[in-house]
């Protein structure tokens, strides 16, 4: 008996496990087909998609994921969902009296042996699901072990910095002009609480950035229009079309550049 029941412990231990890994699956899912197209992806928006979807429930990541899915998968991650839920919330308190007899923790385990089962089963269906867009966007098995073998060796890039959300209005209180590599130079949005932003394919998401640094220049075409309260998430037609009303009646319009993950932008009187 002593055995069975630390068998049972042993046993739902795996069951929860497996429901977590399929959750952080889910998210990984979400944060890689919530992209149109990977051509959009900037590193900081692929962060912030990732962030915001490990802040999620299982049920909410489930929900977020409906219109991305197929039927067949979306129809198991409900019953996932009752399953983890009730592996959370209620297993001990509706079996607990099974474990006063063999005969009852032989039921235990079998019931844990197949949640654990089904998990992993269908973490297995998700992943082979997401693996054509997981190499469309370069992620192939040959990218993830040559960075298992960097992890390895202590070889990591610095992670970004963790922002806040956006709200729906934010203070937009300057536009710096920041040289970063190939001799490009980004927008960087400062709102008013020193939070600083950039361009996304939705309006602004996440920077690399903490603090203005003393070599930053002031953007002079949008200086006469700030300070202004704008949506920072404005409706967009397509990924990286999309504009921001400033003072004076100024719109500040968002295009897709010429050349691949680029843009372009300008400032125009509203009609």
Same mark, same amino acid.
């Given at each position: 008996?002593?055995?069975?029941?630390? /068998? &049972?412990?042993?046993?739902?231990?795996?069951?929860?496990?497996?429901?977590?890994?399929?959750?952080?699956?889910? %998210?990984? !899912?979400?944060?890689?087909?919530?992209?149109?197209?990977?051509?959009?992806? $900037?590193?900081?928006?692929?962060?912030?998609?990732?962030? @915001?979807?490990?802040?999620?429930?299982?049920?909410? &990541?489930?929900?977020?994921?409906?219109?991305?899915?197929?039927?067949?998968?979306?129809?198991?991650?409900?019953?996932?969902?009752?399953? #983890?839920?009730?592996?959370?919330?209620?297993?001990?308190?509706?079996?607990?009296?099974?474990?006063?007899?063999?005969?009852?923790?032989?039921?235990?385990?079998?019931?844990?042996?197949?949640?654990?089962?089904?998990?992993?089963?269908?973490?297995?269906?998700?992943?082979?699901?997401?693996?054509?867009?997981?190499?469309?966007?370069?992620?192939?098995?040959?990218?993830?072990?040559?960075?298992?073998? /960097?992890?390895?060796?202590?070889?990591?890039?610095?992670?970004?910095?963790?922002?806040?959300?956006?709200?729906?209005?934010?203070?937009? =209180?300057? &536009? +710096?002009?920041?040289?970063? $590599?190939?001799?490009? =130079?980004?927008?960087?949005?400062?709102?008013?609480?020193?939070?600083?932003?950039?361009? %996304?394919? !939705?309006?602004?998401?996440?920077?690399?950035?903490?603090?203005?640094?003393?070599?930053?220049?002031?953007?002079?075409?949008?200086?006469? @229009?700030?300070?202004?309260?704008?949506?920072? #998430?404005?409706?967009?037609?397509?990924?990286?079309? @999309?504009?921001?009303?400033?003072?004076?009646?100024?719109?500040?319009?968002?295009?897709?550049?010429?050349?691949?993950?680029?843009?372009? +932008?300008?400032?125009?009187?509203?009609?």
């Amino acid at each position: 008996m002593e055995d069975l029941i630390k /068998e &049972v412990y042993a046993r739902f231990g795996l069951a929860y496990y497996l429901g977590e890994v399929l959750h952080r699956g889910l %998210c990984n !899912v979400y944060a890689l087909l919530s992209f149109e197209n990977p051509k959009d992806i $900037t590193r900081p928006r692929l962060e912030e998609k990732f962030t @915001y979807a490990f802040s999620l429930t299982l049920g909410q &990541v489930i929900k977020e994921l409906e219109r991305l899915l197929p039927s067949e998968l979306n129809a198991q991650l409900q019953i996932a969902l009752e399953k #983890r839920n009730f592996l959370a919330h209620r297993f001990w308190y509706e079996r607990i009296h099974l474990m006063g007899s063999e005969h009852g923790l032989r039921q235990m385990l079998d019931e844990l042996h197949e949640m654990s089962q089904f998990f992993d089963a269908l973490d297995q269906k998700v992943n082979k699901f997401l693996e054509p867009r997981r190499i469309e966007m370069g992620a192939t098995d040959e990218v993830i072990n040559h960075l298992m073998m /960097e992890i390895a060796l202590g070889i990591t890039e610095e992670p970004l910095i963790s922002h806040r959300r956006l709200k729906k209005q934010e203070r937009l =209180v300057k &536009v +710096w002009d920041v040289k970063i $590599t190939d001799g490009l =130079v980004a927008q960087i949005f400062e709102m008013d609480d020193g939070t600083l932003w950039q361009f %996304c394919d !939705v309006g602004l998401g996440w920077s690399i950035f903490e603090n203005p640094s003393p070599n930053w220049k002031e953007n002079q075409a949008t200086k006469e @229009y700030l300070p202004v309260n704008i949506n920072p #998430r404005p409706l967009v037609s397509q990924p990286w079309e @999309y504009e921001f009303l400033l003072k004076k009646g100024m719109i500040f319009w968002v295009r897709p550049g010429q050349r691949e993950k680029s843009y372009t +932008w300008g400032l125009r009187k509203a009609a």
